[in-house]
């Protein structure tokens, strides 16, 4: 059994998965129950000045037989005074002292920054998320994602933080920014000890076609959101692998957005995440999901003879590169196993309409055949097929060293 | 038998292929395409209708997400045979038969295969999920290496017991072994299952009937009855003692321990309106036999599953309802079976006189339930029978302190999901007897 206990940044849980900051962190009754099931650590819903809330407020995409490939909302900060917080806050702490307990904060001044951190740490809280992301009702009064989109205030707010907090600090970014390590750089100077990202992103999910209301309506009208769930995984996991990969980002990295299964978290550890956290899977499937987050870590951890998950730690973002250091040299080919295929054909025309007209069908066969003088090696029939390892695509070996764009004759500046 | 109304006794491979498994395992892109359906119910109703309480959403989630090794350990956790459940169970009328979906009349998770799947990887990849317990010095014997017996083995073994089953038969298994159709779980099947769960470090001493219990007494703490039920009960008329006729649990013990080479009549007549009744006539089918099976009621009060009914009939079983046996017909060999027919007044079965007809056949199998092992359970000491049964209390403890019991011997003979439950449950009845002051 691997073991599964993480340090980030400073902050123990006894496991990296973590609930976001998020309707499942809104009261102490749902915190307990989740470190009941296995989870490793809380980010509590951002404290601030409480706010009013609509209704309705999440609206979601569904991708055939799946619900909430995507979810919208446009809920704000904590509803509850901090009074009520904290209180609730304090019981976590006491009764799962084991668990990391950490406060997301949004605030407008100063003074009120530094009065949260002050009774936060009054009840031991474990570490500080500052909320730079809320991409909705909160940047329009100068916080969220008003602050994650402009270095220069990111920097002088976390400081604002540093100052005074004696626990460590996690900035968590948000994604509606073109270039991510300028404000994750920014966190650092301002002496964060971590960063989180990514929060939601600015979103309309869809329009009601019998009302032509978009979603999610409110008497009528609607606001755009921010868009979190399994759709939004491939647009985190590149944010994540340019902040592992960014020579001067010296900081620990809490991966999110999208993450549900074992594998999703996996793969934020081979980015260079050292903690995950989840919101939208447990809104969806509640916090059970963390059984087969742990047995799936560490079975994987076991199988790869490995004992800790920093071992798994950036090792996929260290093969993420530019486009001109790929080895053009380097080629695949689709091959169909016959003794698999079910003959849907959805390969051939794929490739027929789609791609590049290299299957064929066979006059007396509905197995099609792979003209491999042609096929490019692009992959897609090996996405498009619905049969477990049917097509794979398989290495052409040649004799040929790797040649990457700056050698290659094609390019007008290669002498 | 070298009666020309029986049948050559069939080669191995015809055999293997009419054997062929109804349930057969599920490919890599079957299991992930099926577990992808499986809505993760909360509180989920399949769980509640499973005997042993699978986690059935959790393991399906983790065949879904290629954990497959931590679906095994989800369903060994409650069920160690998860193997031969998934693939015995009368699912339609358990797990599946709950399963939300038929509220939408789609199809219901096939929830039997997908725990036969995960359960495979663990037991073919030899994982080894669970470990001895730390000793605790306390000796149990098991009687029977059934399910029941099995089950408890294991659950003991875990706490640290030291466990030694002893089995009446020359292969552990119990009816699994000598019971069960092979077109559901195989010899190979029930002893890779018994290999990989045994493995754990219990032991089992086949060839061991136990006739008196006193002598384990003295060598052992705790003794745990897990002996099933006894041989196919007598119907009492005429000509049961000629040559050809059989009852349907000694048929299909020698179908198992021969493995499936056995000769069987041209004409089969079965007795019997349960599921063992089902089995005999099915198999007598597919070893080429022109079966029939009489039943005293109608098919209302049959006690078989519509699902075993309905397999039947595909296998060409044909069913005379509302008849009775009344004598079995021939000179040393069978030669066909009287009977007469029935009439439901109410409840009550009363024959109508001057109906009698005769059946020829060339053998007869009685399918009419198996005894109470009674006068095995009379030499111990103080244990209280009811009906035959061994009567325990919430802790599978019988009225005789030092002996538990659980499965068919309990109940009468049910499923062997049930069993399974049982021997696991009088485990921990039997951890807590022992352990009463050494456990927090
Ligand atoms: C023909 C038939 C088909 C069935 N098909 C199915 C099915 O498809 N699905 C399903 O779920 N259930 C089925 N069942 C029921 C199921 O097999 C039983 O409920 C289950 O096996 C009971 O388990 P057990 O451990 O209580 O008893 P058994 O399986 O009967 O095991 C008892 C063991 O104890 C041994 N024993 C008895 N007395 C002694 C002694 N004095 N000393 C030593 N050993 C002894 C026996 O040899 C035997 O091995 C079937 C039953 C029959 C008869
Ligand atoms: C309804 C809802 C409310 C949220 N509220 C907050 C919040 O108060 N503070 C915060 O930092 N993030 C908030 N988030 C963002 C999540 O913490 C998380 O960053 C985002 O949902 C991506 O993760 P996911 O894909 O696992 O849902 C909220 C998300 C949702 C769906
Ligand atoms: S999920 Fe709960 S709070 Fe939300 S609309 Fe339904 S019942 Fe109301
Ligand atoms: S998509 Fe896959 S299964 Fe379908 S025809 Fe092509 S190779 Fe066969
Ligand atoms: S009831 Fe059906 S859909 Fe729901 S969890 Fe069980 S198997 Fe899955």
């Known amino acids: ?415 | 038998m070298s009666d020309i109304n029986f049948l050559p006794v069939p080669e191995q491979s015809s055999v293997e292929k009419k054997f062929a498994k109804t349930k057969p395992m599920m490919t890599a892109s079957e299991a992930i395409l099926e577990s992808s359906r499986c809505l993760f119910c909360y509180d989920a109703p399949c769980i509640n209708a499973c005997p042993t309480s699978i986690d059935i959403p959790m393991f399906i989630r983790q065949i879904m997400t290629k954990n497959t090794t931590g679906a095994a350990k989800t369903i060994f956790t409650q069920n160690i045979l998860g193997k031969s459940c998934g693939q015995v169970c009368p699912t339609s009328v358990l797990c599946e038969g709950a399963c939300v979906y038929h509220d939408l009349n789609e199809k219901p998770i096939d929830i039997g295969r997908l725990q036969a799947y995960a359960t495979e990887h663990a037991i073919d990849n030899n994982i080894r999920l669970f470990k001895k317990g730390k000793p605790t010095g306390k000796k149990v014997a098991v009687i029977g290496a059934g399910p029941a017996g099995i089950a408890c083995a294991h659950e003991l073994t875990v706490m640290g017991h030291e466990v030694v089953i002893f089995e009446a038969n020359k292969k552990a298994g119990g009816l699994n072994t000598y019971g069960v159709a092979p077109y559901k779980f195989s010899n190979e099947d029930v002893n890779r299952e018994i290999k990989y769960i045994s493995e754990i470090g219990f032991k089992i001493k086949t060839n061991s009937p136990i006739a008196k219990v006193s002598r384990l007494e003295k060598e052992f703490d705790v003794i745990f009855i897990g002996t099933g039920l006894g041989s196919s009960k007598k119907i009492n008329i005429p000509g049961e003692n000629l040559k050809g006729v059989f009852g349907a649990t000694e048929f299909i013990h020698n179908l198992r321990a021969k493995e499936l080479k056995v000769s069987v009549g041209k004409d089969v007549v079965v007795i019997g309106g349960g599921n063992t009744a089902i089995d005999a006539a099915v198999e007598s089918s597919l070893l080429g036999a022109n079966v029939t099976i009489i039943y005293r009621r109608s098919e209302k009060e049959q006690s078989a599953y519509d699902f075993e009914i309905e397999h039947a009939k595909k296998h060409n079983v044909k069913f005379i309802y509302l008849t009775s046996p009344v004598e079995i017909l021939g000179k040393g060999n069978v030669k066909g079976l009287r009977c007469i027919k029935n009439k439901l007044k109410k409840s009550e079965i009363v024959s109508q006189k001057g109906s009698e007809f005769v059946i020829p056949c060339s053998m007869v199998i009685k399918a009419r339930g198996q005894e109470k092992m009674t006068d095995f359970f009379k030499s111990i000491p103080k244990i209280k029978l009811n009906n035959g049964k061994v009567i325990v209390n919430k802790s599978f403890q019988t009225a005789n302190p030092k002996y538990f019991a659980g499965g068919d011997c309990i109940n009468g003979g049910k499923e062997v999901v049930n069993a399974v439950a049982d021997g696991r449950d009088a485990a921990r009845g039997i951890d807590k007897f022992l352990m009463k002051k050494n456990r927090s």
């Open chain 1, 1 to 415: 059994m691997a073991n599964l206990e993480t340090n980030f940044a400073g902050i123990k849980s006894p496991n990296p998965f973590w609930l976001a900051s998020a309707p499942p962190t809104n009261t102490g009754y749902q915190v307990m129950n989740a470190f009941r099931a296995g989870w490793g650590g809380a980010v509590w819903k951002t404290l601030g000045v409480p706010i009013v809330n609509v209704s309705s407020r999440y609206s979601a995409i569904s991708y055939k037989n799946n619900k909430l490939m995507g979810l919208n909302n446009i809920e704000l900060i904590t509803d509850r005074s901090l009074e009520v917080n904290l209180k609730e806050m304090k019981e976590v702490k006491e009764k799962f002292p084991n668990n990391a307990l950490v406060a997301s904060m949004m605030f407008e001044k100063k003074e009120e920054w530094h009065d949260c951190i002050k009774r936060c740490e009054d009840i031991g809280i474990d570490g500080f998320e500052l909320n730079y992301g809320c991409p909705h009702g909160m940047c329009e009064r100068g916080m969220g994602s008003a602050v994650g989109q402009n270095p220069d205030v990111c920097e002088r707010i976390t400081s604002w933080v540093t100052d005074v907090a004696t626990k460590p600090v996690i900035v968590k970014l948000t994604p509606n920014v073109t270039d991510i390590t300028k404000p994750a750089l920014a966190a650092q100077r301002g002496g964060a000890s971590a960063v989180s990202l990514i929060n939601t992103i600015n979103s309309v999910t869809g329009i009601n076609l019998t009302t032509m209301e978009p979603n999610p309506t409110v008497a009528g009208q609607s606001t755009h959101g921010g868009y979190c769930g399994p759709a939004v995984k491939p647009i985190a996991l590149n944010m994540l692998a340019e902040l592992t990969n960014h020579p001067d980002f010296k900081l620990s990295i809490s991966g999110i957005g999208g993450i549900e299964t074992w594998q999703d978290a996996v793969e934020y550890f081979l980015m260079g995440a050292a903690s995950v956290q989840v919101c939208t899977a447990v809104m969806h499937y509640g916090f059970r999901i963390v059984t087969d987050l742990s047995s799936g870590v560490n079975n994987y951890l076991d199988s790869n003879n490995m004992e800790r998950v920093v071992d798994l730690r950036g090792i996929a973002a260290k093969k993420l590169k530019k486009w001109d250091q790929l080895d053009l040299n380097y080629k695949v080919i689709a091959h169909i196993d016959p003794e698999k295929c079910i003959s849907c054909q959805l390969c051939y025309i794929a490739c027929e309409d789609g791609a590049h007209q290299s299957i064929a069908l066979l006059p007396n066969s509905r197995i099609p055949l792979i003209k491999e003088d042609t096929c490019v090696g692009c992959n897609l029939c090996s996405l498009v097929c619905p049969v477990e390892n049917c097509i794979s695509m398989v290495e052409v070996k040649n004799k040929k060293k790797k040649l990457v764009w700056a050698n290659h004759p094609a390019n007008p500046s290669c002498i």
